[in-house]
C-alpha cells in the first residue's frame, strides 16, 4: 500500500497545483531536488570537476540503482541525456542495408519514427509497421509471419506518449527472441510506473527517462544494452569517455554500455537519477503499480460521466495515462481551461502519434497522467472542472 500522506508531505509540489500531468514531467520528492541542488552547490563551492571527484560514489550508484531498477547488471547502463537521445544512440548503432526490415507497431513515438523514417531514407532500409488488433494492441499472429520473413530490428514503444494501453512487451521479446531479431524497447512511459525487467520482457535494449513517473530530474535518461549484444553496436559517435586513443591512428571502444556516453555529463542531475530510482524502489513498484492503475480506471469512470467527453484509451491492460476528448472544444483550449484552475494536462498532438490517431479518426487528445501522490479528490476537481 502507499503511504499517499506521506508521499504528499515529500512532494512540495502537491502543495500548488492538482498535477495530472506525470507523462510529461512528474513532480520530484523533494529529496531529489536536494540531492541535484546539494551537488550543484558543491561545485559551486570547490570546482565542477573536484565535485565529481568527491561525489564519486553517488555518480556510481547511479548506475546500480537503474541496474535494480530493471534487473541487469551495472556495466549494461549507460545514463544518457534522455530517452530520445538513448533511443537514437542504440538505434543509429545499427548498420542497416538495402532492404533491411524494421517492424514497429501503429503506436509508435514520433521522434522514433522520425529517426526510422530518416535511417530508412539514407540506407534503402525498409520500415513495417505490424498489424493492430480489436484492442488497439500489435497482432502477435502478424508479428510472427513477418518475423519469419525476416528482419534487422524490432523496434517498439512500451506506453505509447498518446495512450493508456501498455503493449505487449513481453509477448513481443519471446518472439523476437525466437527468430533471433534485436529487440529495442522505448520505456519512457512505463519505467516509474510499473516493474520492469529486461530478462522477463527479453529486450536487447531499453531507452527510458528520469523526468516521467521516475519522478528524476530533467535532462537524464538511461540506456541498457544487453551484454550478449554490446559489442556489436559502434555508437554513431565516440568521444574519449566512449573510446580510448591507443595509437596515432587507432582507437579502442570501451567493452560496456558506456560506450553510449560522453565524457561531459550532468553530474548533478545523475546523482538526482540514482535517488529518483531508490526512492521508488523504496515504495515499490508493485505497489506504485496498483494505485496509479485504480486511479486512473477511476478517472476514466468520471470522465464517461461527463457530457460530450470521450475516453479514447484502447488495449487489454492499461496504466496512468488517460487520453479524452470534450466534444467541440479543441484540446489545446481544454488544456487551457484546467490549468487556469490549478490542475495541470497536456495535449497528445496528431504529429506526435500520426499512425495510431489518424487510422483512428481522432483529432489531438487531451491527456492526463496520474501518479500513486494524486487523490480521489484531485479526479474529482478535474471532472468537475469538465462539467463546467
Given at each position: ?31 531529489v531536488t536536494d540531492a541535484v541542488v546539494g551537488h550543484l552547490r558543491l561545485e559551486e563551492r570547490i570546482g565542477g ?21 530493471i534487473g541487469c547488471a551495472p556495466g549494461e547502463v549507460a545514463v544518457v541525456e534522455n530517452a530520445t537521445r538513448g ?21 509508435e513515438y514520433a521522434s522514433n519514427v522520425i529517426a526510422l523514417l530518416q535511417v530508412a531514407r539514407r540506407t534503402g ?264
Amino acid at each position: 500500500m502507499i503511504d499517499v500522506e506521506r508521499a504528499r508531505r515529500e512532494t512540495p509540489g502537491c502543495e500548488n497545483v492538482v498535477h495530472l500531468n506525470n507523462a510529461g514531467a512528474a513532480l520530484p520528492p523533494a529529496a531529489v531536488t536536494d540531492a541535484v541542488v546539494g551537488h550543484l552547490r558543491l561545485e559551486e563551492r570547490i570546482g565542477g570537476y573536484e565535485a565529481a571527484e568527491a561525489a564519486a560514489a553517488e555518480v556510481d550508484h547511479a548506475y546500480t540503482a537503474i541496474a535494480r531498477l530493471i534487473g541487469c547488471a551495472p556495466g549494461e547502463v549507460a545514463v544518457v541525456e534522455n530517452a530520445t537521445r538513448g533511443w537514437d544512440m542504440a538505434f543509429y548503432a545499427y548498420d542497416l542495408r538495402p532492404g533491411d526490415r524494421v517492424l514497429t507497431v501503429r503506436t509508435e513515438y514520433a521522434s522514433n519514427v522520425i529517426a526510422l523514417l530518416q535511417v530508412a531514407r539514407r540506407t534503402g532500409a525498409v520500415i513495417e509497421v505490424i498489424e493492430t488488433d480489436a484492442h488497439g494492441l500489435p497482432s502477435l499472429d502478424h508479428l510472427a509471419q513477418e518475423l519469419e520473413r525476416g528482419a534487422a530490428l524490432v523496434a517498439v514503444t512500451h506506453v505509447p506518449t498518446h495512450s493508456g494501453l501498455v503493449n505487449p512487451a513481453a509477448e513481443i521479446g519471446a518472439l523476437a527472441r525466437a527468430a533471433g531479431v534485436p529487440y529495442l524497447l522505448d520505456a519512457c512511459q512505463s519505467v516509474g510506473q510499473m516493474p520492469i525487467d529486461v530478462a522477463a520482457i527479453g529486450c536487447d535494449m531499453l531507452a527510458a527517462t528520469g523526468r516521467k513517473f521516475l519522478r528524476g530530474p530533467r535532462g537524464t535518461g538511461f540506456l541498457y544494452v544487453s551484454e550478449r549484444l554490446v559489442q556489436r553496436l559502434e555508437p554513431p559517435f565516440l568521444d574519449l569517455h566512449a573510446a580510448t586513443w591507443t595509437a596515432p591512428d587507432a582507437y579502442e571502444i570501451r567493452p560496456d554500455a558506456r560506450r553510449f556516453e560522453t565524457w561531459e555529463t550532468n553530474y548533478a542531475g545523475k546523482i538526482g537519477l540514482g535517488v529518483a530510482v531508490d526512492y521508488a524502489l523504496g515504495w515499490g513498484l508493485d505497489a506504485i503499480e496498483a494505485r496509479v492503475t485504480a486511479l486512473a480506471e477511476g478517472l476514466r469512470d468520471r470522465l464517461r460521466e461527463v457530457p460530450g467527453v470521450a475516453v479514447r484509451d484502447e488495449g487489454t491492460r492499461r496504466c496512468g495515462i488517460v487520453t479524452f476528448t470534450v466534444g467541440g472544444v479543441p484540446a489545446a483550449d481544454v488544456r487551457g481551461r484546467l490549468r487556469a484552475a490549478g490542475i495541470n494536462t497536456s495535449v497528445s498532438p496528431m504529429e506526435y502519434a500520426r499512425f495510431d490517431l489518424a487510422a483512428r479518426g481522432l483529432p489531438d487528445l487531451v491527456r492526463a497522467s496520474v501518479h500513486y501522490y494524486n487523490t480521489e479528490e484531485e479526479l474529482d476537481r478535474l471532472a468537475a472542472v469538465l462539467r463546467q
